[in-house]
């Protein structure tokens, strides 16, 4: 058990819905970082926020939004959803952002399957 | 900008023999090397790592050194279990904050 934990496990939705995935880091972690991971696409970083504030973007589409709470837990919401957009979403958690002496911690993931 | 390219999958072995899957990297400067694994319906976690050129990353019974001659770090098994069938991940930090290889995936078979 990595201490990071993901809400729902598995989620089954309609093209064109919109739904949201929570992320709960672990206890004293300040950064968040969201993945997709999909069978053709390998592992795509999506977006990272440190105590608040988003640190870092990457393959994240404008459908897909995301933000961290004061309490440090993190939504990334997906809309207008696509049969393209069923994976696995991961989150993971570090203490800070050097990744050089703190490692991610990562969720089990919540699968999302876009019927 | 920073980059690994890691062995294609999947590999298949049987139980005790030595495993090696190759990973290499393209890289500014010397930045730390990771091996993340990701066993069936679990998310991924943290194998070992390596700080610095020459280092050897070591967990469970895995090795890999940080070699910049030839800016690679496989990972490598003496004796592989069924319990170590997964998806193995080289990753170093780039323009995000983890850039991950596209995965090996071992199965072992008893």
């Known amino acids: 058990d990595s201490g990071v934990t993901q809400t729902p496990k598995h989620l089954i939705t309609a093209t064109g819905q919109r739904v949201t995935l929570r992320c709960s880091p672990r206890?004293?972690?300040?950064?968040v970082y969201w993945y997709q991971q999909s069978l053709d696409q390998g592992l795509q970083f999506l977006i990272q926020?440190?105590?608040?504030?988003?640190?870092a973007k990457g393959n994240i589409l404008e459908r897909f939004s995301a933000q961290q709470f004061p309490d440090l837990h993190s939504e990334l919401n997906l809309s207008s959803l696509e049969l393209g957009d069923s994976a696995l979403y991961f989150c993971?958690?570090?203490?800070?952002?050097?990744?050089?002496?703190?490692?991610?911690?990562f969720g089990p993931g919540t699968r999302l399957t876009v019927l | 900008g920073n980059s690994v390219t890691q062995m294609e999958g999947p590999v298949t072995l049987s139980e005790e023999a030595f495993l090696t899957i190759n990973c290499t990297y393209t890289?500014?400067?010397?930045?730390?090397l990771f091996w993340y694994v990701q066993y069936p319906g679990e998310g991924l976690q943290l194998l070992l790592k390596a700080t610095k050129a020459d280092d050897k990353g070591s967990n469970k019974g895995f090795e890999a050194t940080y070699r910049k001659e030839t800016t690679s770090f496989h990972l490598e098994k003496g004796s592989v279990q069924v319990s170590d069938s997964a998806v193995y991940f080289c990753?170093?930090?780039?323009?995000?904050?983890?850039?991950f290889g596209k995965g090996t995936r071992l199965s072992v078979i008893a």
């Open positions: 990753a170093l930090p780039g323009n995000t904050p983890l850039v």
């Open positions: 890289a500014t400067g010397y930045p730390s």
């Open positions: 206890s004293g972690d300040l950064s």
């Open positions: 926020y440190y105590n608040g504030e988003e640190r």
């Open positions: 993971a958690s570090s203490v800070d952002s050097d990744l050089k002496y703190n490692e991610q911690f």
